[in-house]
């Protein structure tokens, strides 16, 4: 089946600096990925949809200069958020699909802490 | 209103136990249907797609009703390892979106 990597799998960082997670399709191209967010004892709630080479789809309520996101190739999508502060702090799972079928392959997650 | 309701649970079961989870949409234009599985502190794993016909894997058997907008799944012959939370997600089928949009879950709990 397809597999989706996502980088680092988990990452400890200060308030006020930068941290960007990875997400690959390793065996196929995805031209749609998905990043969403987990916070402890709730569900996924999607963050921005991003189509490669266009830019991303931010769901209401997520700030797009917070979290950057970058579809630059058909394997690759970059989630980077910036200025992280504790409240930023969750699970960060990414997906990847094609246009052609609505199944969807989730990467791993980061667990992100900031403190 | 939430677009993907289900009961949080948690459910505990004996083993060998027959379980049905539901779960309700709000959102009539919704189009695919799919129950996932997630285990604790991990990425959530197609379970199974969810047909008006209704559909069987194994164990598993999955319905929709499109009227009432509703979904659910039954588990039979609970094993240790369903124990998990069982997420209800809906795609509402906007062209050149697909996006998932997920219940809150069902946590199950098969005890030995």
């Known amino acids: 089946g397809a597999v989706v990597s996502q980088h680092p799998s988990w990452v400890i960082c200060k308030s006020g600096t930068s941290v960007k997670i990875e997400c690959r399709s390793l065996d196929f191209q995805a031209t749609t990925m998905f990043w969403y967010r987990q916070f402890p004892k709730q569900s996924l709630m999607l963050m921005a949809t991003?189509?490669?080479?266009?830019?991303?789809?931010?769901e209401q309520g997520v700030e797009k200069d917070k979290f950057l996101i970058n579809h630059a190739s058909l394997t690759l999508s970059t989630l980077t958020v910036t200025s992280a502060h504790p409240e930023d702090s969750s699970f960060y799972i990414c997906?990847?699909?094609?246009?052609?079928?609505?199944?969807?392959?989730f990467g791993p997650g980061t667990r992100l802490t900031v403190t | 209103r939430k677009e993907v309701e289900q009961d949080p649970g948690p459910f505990n079961v004996p083993e060998g136990a027959t379980v049905a989870f539901n779960c309700t949409y709000s959102n009539s234009a919704s189009q695919s249907f799919f129950w996932y599985r997630q285990d604790c502190r991990k990425e959530p794993k197609l379970l199974m797609s969810v047909y008006s016909s209704g559909n069987e894997d194994g164990r598993f058997t999955a319905q929709l009703n499109r009227a009432s907008q509703y979904i659910s799944l039954l588990i039979r012959d609970s094993k240790l390892s369903d124990s998990a939370t069982y997420l209800c997600?809906?795609?509402?089928?906007?062209?050149?979106?697909?996006?998932?949009?997920f219940g809150s879950g069902t946590r199950l709990q098969v005890q030995p």
């Open positions: 997906s990847a699909g094609t246009f052609y079928s609505y199944e969807q392959y």
């Open positions: 991003s189509n490669e080479g266009s830019k991303a789809t931010y």
């Open positions: 997600v809906v795609i509402k089928g906007d062209t050149g979106r697909r996006a998932l949009t």
